[in-house]
C-alpha cells in the first residue's frame, strides 16, 4: 500500500503558475504508475497527466498540452505537475493517483480513473479571471 499527500494548490491570476507536488510513503514509490486528476465542481474527475515509473513516458489531457509538466523523483518519493499559463477553468481540486498495475511505458498508462488504486486527499487550484 502506498499513502499519498499532495500539496501546492492555492489561489492564482489567469497567466499565473502552480507547481503541485505528490508525496508518497509506504511501498517503493517506482512500483507505480503515477496520475493526477482533477475535479471541477458538478464535474466528474478526469485524468490531466500520466507518468510512467521510470519517468521516462507521458501522456497529457488535450487542454493542458504545452502548459502542464508531470515528471517525478523517485529518490524522494515524489512526483509534480508544474502549471504554466493557467486558466480559468483549470480551476479544480487536483488528486494524485497510483497504479499498481501500470505505468511499465507509453502504452500501458491509464487514464481512467478506476485504473488507479490509491489516491491522495486533493489539493485545491484555483484560478481567478
Known amino acids: 500500500q502506498v499513502q499519498l499527500v499532495e500539496s501546492g494548490g492555492g489561489l492564482v491570476q489567469a497567466g499565473g503558475s502552480l507547481r503541485l507536488s505528490c508525496a508518497a510513503s509506504?511501498?517503493?514509490?517506482?512500483?507505480?504508475?503515477m496520475g493526477w486528476f482533477r475535479q471541477a465542481p458538478g464535474k466528474e474527475r478526469a485524468f490531466v497527466a500520466i507518468?510512467?515509473?521510470?519517468?521516462?513516458?507521458?501522456y497529457y489531457e488535450d487542454s493542458v498540452k504545452g502548459r502542464f509538466t508531470v515528471s517525478r523523483d523517485n529518490a524522494k518519493n515524489t512526483m509534480y505537475l508544474q502549471m504554466n499559463s493557467l486558466k480559468p477553468e483549470d480551476t479544480a481540486v487536483y488528486y494524485c493517483?497510483?497504479?499498481?498495475?501500470?505505468?511499465?511505458?507509453?502504452?500501458?498508462?491509464?487514464?481512467?480513473?478506476?485504473?488507479?488504486?490509491?489516491w491522495g486527499q486533493g489539493t485545491q487550484v484555483t484560478v481567478s479571471s
Open positions: 509506504g511501498r517503493p514509490f517506482s512500483r507505480y504508475g
Open positions: 493517483a497510483a497504479d499498481r498495475l501500470g505505468g511499465f511505458g507509453p502504452y500501458s498508462l491509464h487514464s481512467r480513473s478506476d485504473e488507479y488504486d490509491y
Open positions: 507518468i510512467s515509473r521510470s519517468g521516462g513516458s507521458t
